[in-house]
T-cell receptor, first 112, second 115 residues
Framework: ELKVEQNPLFLSMQEGKNYTIYCNYS?????LYWYRQDPGKSLESLFV?????AVKQEGRLMASLDTKARLSTLHITAAVHDLSATYFC????????????FGKGTKLTVNP | NAGVTQTPKFRILKIGQSMTLQCAQD?????MYWYRQDPGMGLKLIYY???????DKGEVPNGYNVSRSTTEDFPLRLELAAPSQTSVYFC??????????????FGEGSWLTVV
């Protein structure tokens, strides 16, 4: 059974600082997603990672995937207040299953 | 620019009542999904559909039913509502299989409380 663990679950950081959110998963996967969710809102797709070593960047966010370690990271560079949100990773079991498994989310608060 | 539209946005149900959450997408997507999100948790897949007339169970299907008579619509039916079904429900869609890494688009969510 695929399990997805994110850490930390809560992250409070100062503007301008760097930090990394980790997403570990328990079985072989063929794709990994990162989503952002603002309070009371829907999920916004940030990145889709499909292969070992994949790295994608958008603004101050960079996501990477290490399939051998079953680990994805979401790195935040020089955080700004607008990045405050909850970030989820979601993993697709290998074999093309539609049944994505989500982590519990990391609630990020960026303080001025 | 509608995307995935869910109705209602908020609903309070009494235990034992039934209701249908509506979901429509205007992107001609084949794949549609229903997820629930409990407080402080990630999303869990209830049901999904790979095309009109085809549905399959997700991780937590008990207490729910779905149908997909058209490409655009994917309603979720709650029969005999229970307090455990208090949650936020998200409908989502994808052009092709999520297995290929296609972006999955989510609706705004439906907040359901069962009392």
């Amino acid at each position: 059974e695929l399990k997805v663990e994110q850490n930390p679950l809560f992250l409070s950081m100062q503007e301008g600082k760097n930090y990394t959110i980790y997403c570990n998963y328990s079985t072989t996967s063929d794709r990994l997603y990162w989503y952002r969710q603002d309070p009371g809102k829907s999920l916004e797709s940030l990145f889709v990672l499909l292969s070992n070593g994949a790295v994608k960047q958008e603004g101050r966010l960079m996501a990477s995937l290490d399939t051998k370690a079953r680990l994805s990271t979401l790195h935040i560079t020089a955080a700004v207040h607008d990045l405050s949100a909850t970030y989820f990773c979601a993993v697709g079991p290998q074999g093309g299953s539609e049944k994505l498994v989500f982590g519990k989310g990391t609630k990020l608060t960026v303080n001025p | 620019n509608a995307g995935v539209t869910q109705t209602p946005k908020f609903r309070i149900l009494k235990i034992g009542q039934s209701m249908t959450l509506q979901c429509a997408q205007d992107m001609n997507h084949n794949y549609m999904y229903w997820y629930r999100q409990d407080p402080g948790m990630g999303l869990k897949l209830i049901y999904y559909s790979v095309g009109a007339g085809i549905t399959d169970k997700g991780e937590v299907p008990n207490g729910y039913n779905v149908s997909r008579s058209t490409t655009e619509d994917f309603p979720l039916r709650l029969e005999l509502a229970a307090p455990s079904q208090t949650s936020v429900y998200f409908c989502a869609s994808s052009l092709l299989t999520g297995a290929s890494g296609n972006t999955i688009y989510f609706g705004e969510g439906s907040w359901l409380t069962v009392v």
